[in-house]
């Protein structure tokens, strides 16, 4: 807009001229309008070409006065042509109207999330549009991020509620089974049914362990990963997965420092985002391309682009996964990640929710750019591994001792893994002291103080739990020896045990093995 030149002030006493009334009222508004901060535009209500435009507008959205000559509305805004003559219509016949949100394209191509209201005006020879938008862009972004975060908790939750119950039963089942064993002569014909058992029991414990990764409490084996052998290890795999339309690229460079994760759950990622790519493009034909670089993120920009996720500032891999499908609507992506959420005919589970919880164990990152029929690329950023300075020395087994008689509190919430537990316990020579909860268990613990070597304390129960129980048994007794047993992971169980001595940790499901290893741990180490 051009801004007229001021009109000079008249002397004070004298009547001003309409048109001098007219032209300073008319250089005030242009001023007003000039440095508002918000967007302000004038459009024809016909032809919905783009009138005026102020400098917010310009620099908001990358137009310059040239390119508003040839400016609509229709290019403006991310919409289809008869969805924005509805709107305009609707205004027209309300004469003023809060429109909402509305997503409008920068002259880049980006698309710019707006808050937009609008007035009719009528005059002689035109009818326009004033329109009045406040770009929200961040403000969506944190809206979304903080959903997304608030999705992943309740999954979490949900996710760890299961696998605390399914730990338990395999738990039962795993210890019976080693009992059974234990019992069985070496060449019973019986044998190989059984170590079958135990591979499928193995194999179920691994389930719950996925299920704990999807809500970010899971153990991982870290590591450092080569990204360019993961991907290449499981392109045969995926080249018969996808559709044969497509064509798979993949393009990471031999020099890519590695990543730190877990390759079992890395490689889960890659097939997830390509599978779901080549679903995307349906029967039609396209490309997925694989990359990924190197890259150093900083506070600024995970907080711009990576708000709310799990990333810190440092060395990352960017892995990228890109197709030349259909895209996804904004709709779509605000509940892509929702856990059983589909765009397919059937539901296939935890999807791209279950992706997410490994992304934020591994305090990696993730941003979804799409374009309705450009395609979509889903952009990873895993933290990068960092060599250590010298290398450490593997740890030596401790030697095997006998291990000292007594009697030992087993204290859990489950009646199939006390028995389970206890008679294991017993084969290995200790007395048992079974507790259904912790007050049962302080009250057995008070009572039998002096004989009790070592507790088995259970994490998750009703009345009081592991946490309550252990603060109070040691209050009773600040030298007891405590093993906490838990589903979840040792370093996401022992969290609120930093500081404390004596004590020891028995992963779910266990077996005999690791049973005896735990104690052997904490009763024959204190000892050395």
């Known amino acids: 807009m051009d801004i007229p030149p001021p ?9 001003l001229l309409p048109e001098v009334q007219l032209r300073k009222s008319e250089a005030r508004y242009r001023a007003v309008v000039e440095q508002a901060g918000e967007m302000i ?4 209500v016909e032809t919905k070409q783009i009138v005026e435009a102020n400098a917010a507008f310009q620099q908001a959205l990358g137009y310059s006065e040239a390119d508003l000559k040839t400016l609509s509305l229709y290019e403006l805004v991310e919409a289809d042509r008869e969805s924005v003559d509805r709107n305009v219509a609707r205004v027209v016949a309300q004469h003023q109207y809060q429109v909402g949100r509305r997503r409008y394209r920068h002259k880049d191509g980006r698309i710019r999330e707006v808050e937009v209201s609008a007035t009719y005006l009528r005059e002689i020879d035109q009818d326009l549009l004033c329109v009045v938008a406040r770009d929200i862009t961040e403000q969506v972004r944190a809206e979304s991020a903080l959903l997304l975060a608030q999705k992943l908790e309740s999954l979490g939750l949900l996710a760890g509620g299961v696998a605390h119950d399914f730990n338990n039963l395999l738990t039962a089942i795993l210890g019976n089974l080693n009992l059974a064993q234990m019992k069985l002569p070496a060449d019973s014909p019986v044998w190989p049914h059984l170590r079958d058992i135990e591979g499928t029991v193995l194999r179920a414990a691994d389930l719950t362990r996925q299920m704990l990764t999807y809500s970010g409490r899971g153990a991982f084996l870290v590591q450092p990963v080569n990204l360019r052998q993961v ?3 499981i392109t045969h795999l995926l080249a018969v997965s996808i559709s044969k339309k497509v064509e798979l690229h993949s393009e990471i460079p031999e020099t890519l420092p590695p990543l730190q994760g877990d390759p079992s759950q890395i490689q889960q990622i890659v097939m997830n985002l390509v599978l779901n790519a080549s679903e995307a493009m349906g029967d039609a034909e396209g490309a997925i391309s694989i990359t990924a670089r190197a890259a150093l993120l900083d506070a600024l920009f995970i907080s711009s682009h990576l708000p709310q996720q799990s990333v810190k500032p440092g060395p990352h891999i960017v892995f990228e996964v890109s197709d030349t499908g259909s895209g996804i609507s904004p709709e779509t992506i605000s509940r892509i990640f929702d856990p059983f959420f589909t765009t397919k005919g059937s539901g296939r589970g935890l999807g791209l929710s279950a992706m997410l919880g490994i992304l934020r164990s591994h305090h990696a990152g993730v941003n979804i750019y799409s374009e309705i029929g450009r395609g979509t690329t889903f952009r990873i950023y895993f933290p990068a591994h960092m060599a250590a300075e010298k290398p450490q020395a593997p740890p030596q087994a401790p030697m095997r001792r ?8 087993l204290v859990d919430d ?13 084969s290995l020579g200790c007395l048992v002291l079974e507790a259904a909860d912790g007050v049962e268990a302080l009250d057995l613990y008070k009572a039998h103080a002096q004989d009790i070597i070592v507790v088995l304390l259970d994490l998750t129960m009703p009345r009081m739990d592991g946490k309550a129980a252990f603060q109070a048994i040691r209050e009773l007794d600040p030298s007891a020896k405590i093993i906490l047993s838990s589903g979840y992971n040792e370093e996401e169980a022992l969290l609120p045990f930093t500081e404390a001595a004596q004590l020891g940790f028995l992963k779910k499901p266990y077996q005999y093995k690791d049973l005896r290893a735990a104690l052997e741990k904490i009763l024959l180490e204190s000892e050395t």
Do not use: N, Y
Not at 402 to 409: E, F, N, R, W
């Open 414 to 426: 489950e009646s199939s893994i006390r028995a389970t537990a206890g008679a294991m316990l017993e």
């Open 402 to 409: 006998k291990l000292p008689a007594g009697t030992v509190l």
């Open 41 to 44: 535009f004038l459009f024809d």
């Open 7 to 15: 009109v000079p002030d008249e002397p004070q006493g004298t009547e």
């Open 231 to 233: 991907v290449e290890e």
